[in-house]
């Protein structure tokens, strides 16, 4: 019955883990650690065969779980309120500010064009 309960509902999302994390994660070991948790969890896991261009004979298909075995898997909250974002990106703003301004004062990001004073 929880086999049942695990399989991939209508609305679910799943990702592969290069989806998922934005890098491969074949060399890393970390596939094959997921898989199995994904396993002892009795997660349904899909497999989805990859493009020709990014096939190879050793490599034809990838594994994909539901995004929220992988947002816990990896300790992702996703309780996360709009007031907690919004004081984060205020944060990010203050360091971002503080790395400006520690440029040099000639540089610029400017597209306008400088009289530079030459003859030609």
Do not use: C
């Amino acid at each position: 019955m929880k086999e049942i309960q695990q399989v991939m509902k209508s609305n679910e999302q799943y990702m592969s883990l290069y989806d998922y994390r934005g890098q491969a994660s074949k060399e890393s070991g970390l596939g094959k650690t997921v898989y199995e948790a994904a396993k002892k969890k009795d997660i349904h896991v899909i497999y989805q065969d990859l493009p020709p261009d990014l096939s190879r004979p050793e490599y034809n298909r990838v594994a994909t779980y539901p995004k929220w075995f992988l947002d816990e898997y990896f300790g992702v909250d996703t309780d996360v309120s709009i007031e907690d974002v919004y004081s984060q990106l205020i944060e990010l703003k203050k360091k971002f500010d503080e790395l400006i301004s520690k440029l040099e004062p000639n540089v610029t990001n400017s597209v306008e064009s400088v009289d530079d004073e030459l003859p030609f």
